[in-house]
Structure formats: C-alpha cells, structure tokens
Nanobody, 123 residues
C-alpha cells in the first residue's frame, strides 16, 4: 500500500518562498499523474498543479501558473511544488495525490492522497 508523504510546509512572510515535497513510500509514481491540491479553511479543495510523471508534462490551475512550479525527481520518487511570491491567500493545507488518469486528477479524483502539509503566509 503506497503512502504519499508531504513535507516542506511552514510559516513564511508574504513574498516568501517554499518548496513542498511529496514522496511515494512503498510505491512509485511511474505510470501515474501526480497533483498538488490545497484546501483553505472554509473553502473547497482546489487543484494547484499536476504532472505526468513519465513525460514531465504539466498542467496548472489558471491562477497558479507563474508563481508555482511543479517538477519531479526520478530518484527517489518525489514530486515538488516550488511556490514563490507567496500571498496570505495561499494559506492552506497542501496535499499531494496520484492517479493513473490525469483527467480524473484534474477533477479531484485520486487513488491515493497524502495527509497534507500546512502552509501559512503572514501579511
């Protein structure tokens, strides 16, 4: 049973940067799409970005591209989310997820989810 483990969250001032990591423990990202989602208090979960692990192809939600960059590292099975120019409205719990279908992942459907890592941006 694969476990997705996120790390890298924390408290940063507005304008700061963070890099989140998602590791597949007991499994692999090969043949999967991997996405980063976030959920702020009182709001619905939203897709930030996803990556097709085998090809490196990426997709970003409309408001995310430019400040956020998703990437992968084949060894170990790790997907990153580089977040720059952070704003207070980026405060949320960030989860990674994987699914064999990028289409399903774009809709928020995934076969595996991580527990999440908290990102807090102070004004």
């Amino acid at each position: 049973q694969v476990q997705l483990v996120e790390s890298g969250g924390g408290l940063v001032p507005a304008g700061g940067s963070l890099r989140l990591s998602c590791v597949a423990s007991g499994g692999t990202f090969s043949n999967y799409a991997v996405g980063w989602f976030r959920q702020a208090p009182g709001k619905e979960r939203e897709l930030v970005a996803l990556i097709i692990y085998s090809s490196g192809g990426t997709y970003y939600a409309d408001s995310m591209e430019g400040r956020f960059t998703i990437s992968r590292d084949n060894a170990p099975n790790t997907v990153y989310l580089q977040m720059n120019s952070l704003k207070p409205e980026d405060t949320a719990i960030y989860h990674c997820a994987r699914d064999q279908s990028a289409g399903r992942l774009r809709l928020g459907v995934a076969s595996s989810w991580g527990q999440g890592t908290q990102v807090a941006v102070s004004s």
